[in-house]
């Protein structure tokens, strides 16, 4: 139930199945009580907010025309889904969302039998839904396949591949295309939504489908032109020109926000003989929340914030965001080098560039949401003597891992990656997490990997991929604000392969990559005021290793310890290896890595996200004392 809205009709809706109970002129005012619900949820808990509020409508219609969860539902990113959520039976912990041990901020198959497809990245829906409804045909079952894609997931090559392969899926597939940036069509108004309902009627495909029986019995020319004809006829009328030739039966555009338009075609689409459907709806991205309307990128993801005012409920920062180091430090050095540039992925303000762009808009490029591409297009302009830099967020550039291999490291082209939002993410939870880009890029020849500790060694790491010319280079940074260190105002050319120490000991030795390299320090303290001498290095490279470093280290040190947020395969095992392959191990040193789970670990406040990941101070101190065959009794001692 509501803690601060009134919503009578919604307080009657639990599942899909209550929904359906109701008249439908009914169904403009549950729409209206849902979007107060979702607004005032979102307002408590923080999340996406824009996306939810455009699908609002056609949510309550979907769940009201298709039968689900026989129907599979599958909303593509998920990150709109909070709607559906409250219709599926998930109201009353709709006010947990992104918090530990809450609701999901995307479509979670162990969540709900509503969420048949667990969905975090883009453009993967129609392969999904596709799979769902072939399943259904070949066991014969009933229960369609629905997809809804927005506009921008279609970027993505990915959506292509599956359309083109869904001929097999007969009507069972449906696909939403939600145009929520008026990038495909123009404005829809009445006629358009008229021919829709026209088209998608059972009279009309049932006389297309006679039409066409007797087109085929016309000699060949005569049953070309009748067939074309059709086809211009319709593409004249409605558009959808592409959807059909990839083997879809397209209706649209419609108003995605008017119940009256949406009811009819989609019934008309659920009963419908012919083929794969495509229904293209047109949606306002913050729909009937003035402030999300007015904003649309700033109300896309949001902070807590004031349902009244709009005014999103921040802490004040203590440092600037790594992104932003990162795109502003890129775009001074391009003032001097006219060969830098910076590709993004759809996310321009997610990983700074839009800092660059301002500052170089004809060296500046969005690609949308096509990571393959991206790395790509990085490679050949890298090959054309250009220094390109792909920022791209961890998580998504596994998306992008086969080019990133064959058309960069292989070719050893200087792309340099930046690699936004590695590591834990906390609310986002597992699919967001940057937890395998060190595994995934230290195993490749020719590749240099580093991560920054801080916001200025950010700043030094993105100088120095920008005059690395030999080959790929990859610099890793997390998500959220920097420290508060002071930034440099001469950007450093680090010596690649080569770390640092930042304290010096002589019985522990904490190596250290990356961000975590602060709770090394504070383990430090307490390690020392335990009498063990303690000396923390900063590795800055994952690849090539500082072996000398390391190896002095190992031969000065009872016990080295590696720390990294990163999964197995990274650090650790490369530190493991170096020292079997120099019979290191043979002289009974204590070697242990700390590294993230072999796990994926669930949303929560980034803090708890560590100590279960065994990677804050008191963890980093346990393993030593144990290293040590000491007891933990200093645990709790160091938590303090």
């Not at 975090?120 to 596709?130: D, N």
């Not at 006829?233 to 409605?238: E, N």
């Not at 440092?319 to 890129?330: K, S």
């Not at 043979?586 to 100590?611: C, E, M, V, W």
């Amino acid at each position: 139930m509501s803690q601060t809205s009134d919503t009578p009709l919604l307080d009657t809706v639990n599942l899909p199945a209550d929904l359906r109970k109701l008249a439908p002129e009914q169904l403009r005012q549950l729409a209206d009580e849902l979007r107060t619900e979702m607004i005032s949820a979102v307002g408590t808990t923080g999340g996406h907010l824009g996306s939810g509020l455009g699908v609002v409508e056609l949510t309550v219609a979907i769940h009201y025309v298709f039968n689900t969860p026989d129907d599979k539902l599958i909303w593509d990113v998920g990150h709109q889904a909070y709607p559906h959520k409250i219709l599926t039976g998930r109201r009353d912990r709709i006010r947990t969302l992104r918090q530990g041990g809450g609701l999901s901020g995307f479509t979670k198959r162990s969540e709900s039998e509503y969420d048949p497809f667990g969905a975090a990245h883009s453009s993967t829906s129609i392969s999904a839904a596709l799979g769902f409804a072939i399943a259904n045909k070949l066991q014969n079952q009933p229960g369609k396949g629905i997809a809804v894609i927005g506009d921008g997931a279609m970027s993505a090559g990915m959506a292509y591949e599956a359309m083109n392969n869904a001929t097999e899926a007969g009507n069972r597939l449906v696909v939403i295309l939600n145009d929520n940036d008026m990038s495909i069509a123009p404005p829809v108004g009445g006629l358009s939504a008229y021919l829709a309902k026209i088209v998608s009627s059972r009279p009309f495909l049932e006389l297309r489908e006679v039409a066409r029986k007797i087109s085929r019995k016309l000699p060949e020319p005569l049953h070309i032109a009748a067939r074309k004809t059709d086809e211009f006829a319709r593409g004249m009328a409605m558009g959808g020109t592409l959807f059909e030739e990839l083997g879809f039966y397209y209706v649209g555009p419609i108003d995605g926000h008017n119940l009256d338009h949406l009811i009819p075609v989609l019934e008309n689409v659920r009963d419908a003989a012919e083929g794969p459907c495509l229904i293209h709806v047109v949606t306002q991205k913050g729909k009937g929340y003035a402030p999300a309307e007015a904003s649309a990128d700033k109300y896309h993801g949001v902070q807590k914030f004031d349902v009244i005012t709009g005014e999103q409920v921040k802490a004040p920062a203590k440092a600037p965001a790594y992104q932003n180091v990162f795109g502003e430090t890129l775009a001074k050095l391009a003032e001097s080098d006219p060969k830098i540039c910076a590709i993004t992925a759809a996310m321009p303000s997610g990983t700074g560039v839009d800092k660059f762009a301002k500052a170089h808009p004809t060296r500046s490029f969005d690609v949308g949401i096509a990571e393959q591409h991206a790395v790509t297009f990085a490679a050949g302009l890298a090959a054309q003597g250009m220094r390109p830099f792909a920022a791209i967020y961890s998580t998504f550039l596994q998306r992008a891992f086969d080019q990133v291999v064959h058309d960069v490291a292989i070719q050893n082209l200087p792309v340099r990656f930046a690699i936004d939002r590695a590591g834990l993410v906390g609310a986002d939870g597992a699919t967001h997490a940057g937890s395998f880009d060190i595994t995934y890029l230290a195993t490749l020849p020719n590749m240099v990997v580093m991560a920054a500790a801080d916001e200025a060694e950010l700043v030094h790491m993105t100088y120095t991929a920008a005059c690395h010319d030999s080959g790929p280079i990859a610099f890793r940074y997390p998500r959220g604000n920097g420290i508060g260190v002071p930034l440099p105002e001469v950007p450093q050319r680090l010596e690649i392969g080569k770390g640092r120490i930042v304290r010096e000991g002589t019985k522990v030795a904490l190596l250290s990559l990356g961000t975590r390299l602060a709770e090394a320090l504070k383990a430090a303290e307490v390690l020392e005021a335990k009498g063990l001498s303690t000396t923390v290095a900063d590795l800055r490279f994952a690849k090539p290793l500082d072996t000398d470093l390391i190896r002095r280290l190992m031969a000065s040190h009872e016990v080295v310890v590696t720390v990294e947020e990163g999964s197995i395969g990274g650090l650790g095992a490369h530190v493991l290896t170096m020292a079997s392959d120099e019979g290191l191990l043979d002289a009974g040193l204590k070697i242990r890595t700390l590294r993230l789970p072999d796990s994926f670990q669930d949303h929560d406040n980034p803090d708890k996200q560590y100590d279960e990941a065994g990677l804050n101070a008191p963890q980093i101190v346990d393993t030593v004392l144990k290293a040590l065959r000491h007891n933990s009794a200093g645990v709790e001692e160091a938590r303090a």
